[in-house]
């Protein structure tokens, strides 16, 4: 017998008939003899339909009330889920953020977990019953409903599973599971039967969606392996777990890229301490992510400083760049907000040389030009023209192999 | 200053402009320096599709999680309108059931509200703050979200203004006031200025349906007075309060129908102790409001009961009711679901005789044939064929006088 914590995505629960298949698989883990806790998204489009009514009211709503508003969606899908499950004759309850309770702080619609009270949940188990809790939803210290974030639902699973030292925690989605790239671009793209931490953390910001970051950032935390896999089959997915040796073998475990960064550059900043400091702090008040920063070599007392921000963040920040470029003595400002980040991911480049040079040349031999270039111990990322986004993706998966790779691991069964 | 509970129905927050002309209507009371609690329903038509999502989801869906399922609407719409205040610069804060906290018993999806805390309500009024708080639902003991009944939103707002000993609660929906009759059958109805509890108890429960009758239970024992009037207009509407003397001077205030009935008698019955018992024992437990009983004069040891039960559970009365006949002796059990019981009521009767007389003369001036009569102190209710229920309502509304009592008064000022 295994606790399972299952998490399904608002496709998968998008139409009564699809609960009742949730239900289906619920309840045969149930009657494997699991202790089963699920944890829903809202049906599909009901959380645009709720984030819509809220925009048609206000522009910039009210962020407690926000949360009030958009929080009914996941309620209106574990009541569903636990009358379907009712009705075949199963207990089954289900839990709002507060009746846990998951306790947050108080950042309306990007709330953080603190705590989750595991009793409820405990002593439901016990009783044979099959726990629903509502993703995406907590509660603050002042009885506030705080939500987590769109795809906030994965980070209440994982930290449910956390809670309750869950053997596996499955997340349910429309996909088979996490793949060497996007399978849009590279039909011959594989699924990964296993993935560290790490490796997920790089895939998931930089631009592959399956899991939410702040889900993977939890489970490596406490320990907590992640199954994803499809509702719509019984495929075995993609398990995110702690690194193991299998995983240092492969040289590159994926590609993944993004569309949604915009570049901007100052040029002709003087080299003088505290200047990035006066650059980058108004961005950081207006809550602006900078993800990649790049800075040239000094030249006659003047360098160029060039970053990456969120392109929804893109005219906010340009604007906010402008406006402190003259004060810091720069000679002018430069964006771009048509690139693309190209990243290869994988630990075994920890103990290999060799990776990013031959990243390069092969994006060279294609002729894309190479705008910036970041690197971490496990990945290694390249902003070119967006327009070869997927060219670049296609050459390096070629290029190092990983379609054939799932055909390599089975020969050695 | 006063304290004023506001209450709208889901007509008047029914789409995001409606919801702005309620704000603009809060606006001015709290811009009046009232202190305000706004109580809200769901916007229209939206607990309809929650419960047929239940619905389509299971026939007779589990009633915890139905509630859990169903309170979500009138959780959106006060989120929407804190959201719609706060933009307009007023502070303005949403409160769930569990929030306040709004104590009920555990009889989900027709629960009594056994207490409210006014501590939290008391704050957020004395910070300026615009209290929003969601009608129909509350918590149980244990925590669980437990619904008041359809139009339990009245008995929400009667019971904050209660638990904060409001000046007034001011219900606002889609008609002027309370009427003399239905002004879709008699034109010429008039708008009542004051009517007291008990004869408003007798006119909801009959069928005009205006205020729920729970609501008006709660304002009596309470003594909360409660304004019935328009959103969409300033008219002053109809007050519902404390008997005085204006009101003893009217013979007849209103007249109510309802269709909704269904009449079963029980031919025969051996008129020995322990018959009544057995035979509505069966309906009451399965949660049969059985409504007017009458029994005639035994003769030779039997005699015939007739009474009536809601048409929606007619035909599992009738089953319960045939199924005990036989066992009680009774020699046949006879039916008509198309009745309608016409109701006059007004507190001058306590003090004139023969009220029910010229009733019983005007329907028999018209040819309709009186089926049961039923009286109280202050209503006498007949039942008549469903087909003479316009009919019947006109000739009384006119015999009556009640399209001539609003100019009456008025010529008295």
Known sequence: ???????????????????????????????????????????????????????????APDEREYDVLVSTGEQVSIALLAICLRSMGYQAKSFLGHQI??????????ARINRIGDKKIREALEDRTIVIVAGFQGVDHDGNIATLGRGGSDTSAVAVAAALKADVCEIYTDVDGVYTTDPRVVPEATKIEKISYD??????????????????EFAKKYGV?????????????????KEDKDMESVLVSGISYSKDEAKISVIGVPDKPGVASQLFSPLSLANITVDMIIQNVSQGGHTDLTFTVPKSDFKKALSLVEGVAGKIGATGVDSDDHISKISIVGVGMRSHSGIASKMFQVLADEGINIQMISTSEIKVSCVVDAKYTELAVRVLHEAFELAKKDVKMESSF
Chains 1, 2 share one sequence.
């Open 225 to 241: 392996v992640i199954h994803v896999r499809s509702s719509f089959n019984d495929n075995p997915g993609t398990l995110v777990m």
């Open 199 to 216: 490796e997920m953390l790089e895939m998931a910001s930089l631009g592959a969606k399956v899991l939410q970051i702040r889900s993977v």
């Open 1 to 59: 017998m295994a606790l399972v914590v299952q998490k399904y995505g608002g496709t998968s629960v998008g139409s009564i008939e699809r609960i009742r298949n949730v239900a289906e698989r619920v309840r045969k883990t149930h009657d494997q003899g699991n202790q089963v806790v699920v944890v829903l998204s809202a049906m599909a489009g009901e959380t645009n339909r709720l984030v819509a009514l809220a925009h048609e009211m206000f522009e």
């Open 101 to 110: 309770p998951i306790v947050t702080d108080n950042a309306h619609s990007k």
